[in-house]
């Protein structure tokens, strides 16, 4: 019955969004190619956006002005960050978002962010620094990410931290992700996820700020004059075609994670795979940029997580792993250090004939993750009151599960993992019923390619010229992550790369 309840006033609450302007038509309004989700999932995915935004008012329509100091196109983490830091500088920015809610792929980031040096880090006693952030950050990609950008990245991030404080998004629990030695990944208080958290915060900012925030606003064309930026071509509701101007454009469109046939191009070998991407990652800006000069960089590095719901296409975070869960395989048995790289960890399972595993974890991180009790509403965790009764679920040998709780926690007790050489997420045992499970495989999760940028985020054309008033951030751009990306660093480059897209653009404004 309070299903029902939920159901019925999601759907007037929709209504009344469409009503005012602010979410009209609830239609996805891609420019390219969804993948391969069936039209009945893309229309429940943004129906589950629009009731998790659904306190968000947005701009109505006829408030919109013919010419703004600044066009931000998307109205994910990093766009709203560049039209904070634009506003703080003077400008009188707008946001375009070509879905009916804010929030793009950063409302479906679990995690955290990453940080170095950080208030919270030295409150909690945690001794990291940025050079150990950028080095193992470098690492993780395998040596290939743009070392200019990647310091740039790690000498801002606790400023980022602070900044995002100062806004009333505090960020001061901490865990710890695959392929780092320290607890840099910041999380809400109550340790649950990130993004949603994240886009409430920003929303309510902009709309103090008195930001105009249009949704439904598909963005088709980035206008030139004389070689520079000047405006947009955007299609309202699919239906009103409009020119709007400005002095500089900063693009924070995402990537292509839902893009199918983008991403065959460039990965044969993905193709069947789930993603977890929104529907509305879709490469519209990596297109747009390409079309004034713009250049891309790793396009073919796109990042499979280890952890993906199948059945749903759902992202389980790392930090169920990060706060001490093990992988095991249908044998009962772990298989690989749970804390290793994304892409070693998704070989690891790829090595399993049934290429999918299961997250195994007590009532103990249950508690340290509050997104846990999301993937317990959506029916993904299969919980007993005893390994024998979880291995029963589970369909594995009770005998092999129970042996292979007991390794571990031997090995937790003793700070030391003979079988796989895990070092982190040892801080507790997994040792207090009720136990549960997460049956999982990989997915497409995050493309690590984009367009190219340098750190004033000012985009760069094939001989690394400065394209004049076009700036761009966020998962829309390559090069930072080299190969490999590490979790909670997405959160953190919107952040960081958001701000700065919002102080030059606005200092390019000021100039002209």
Known sequence: MKKKTAVALILVLSLILAIAGCGN?????DTGNSGNKSAESEKKETTEAVSGASEASYTPLDQLKEEYDIIIVGAGGAGMSAALEAKEKGMNPVILEKMPVAGGNTTKSSSGMN???TKFQKEQGIADSNDLFYEETLKGGHDTNDKEMLRFFVDNSAGAID??????IRLNNLTITGGMNEKRTHRPEDGSAVGQYLVKGFVRN???????L??????????????KANGVKVLFNQTDEKTIAASAVVVTTGGFGSNMDMISEVRPDLKGYVTTNQIGSTGDGIKMIEKLGGTTVDMDQIQVH???QQEKSYLIGEAVRGEGSLLVSSAGTRFTN?????????AAINTLAEKSAYLVFDSGVKSRVKAIQQYEKMGFVIQADSIEALAKEMSVPADKLQSTLDTWNSAVKNKRDAEFGRTTGMDNGLSTAPYYAIKIGPGIHYTMGGV???????????????IPGLFAAGEVTGGLHGQNRIGGNSVAEIIIFGRQAGIKSAEFVKAQ
Do not use: H
Request: charged share 25%; hydrophobic share 30%.
């Open 115 to 117: 940080a170095s040096e």
């Open 206 to 212: 902009v709309q103090e700020q008195g930001i105009p």
């Open 306 to 308: 280890p952890t993906v």
């Open 214 to 227: 249009f949704v439904n606003a598909d963005v088709k064309e980035i206008t030139q004059q004389d070689g």
């Open 452 to 466: 190219k940028i340098n750190t004033n985020t000012e985009v760069l054309n094939k001989d690394g010229k400065a």
């Open 25 to 29: 038509g609830n239609k996805s309004t």
């Open 338 to 346: 749970e804390l290793n790289t994304r892409d070693k960890v998704t």
């Open 163 to 168: 900044w995002l404080d100062s806004l009333g």
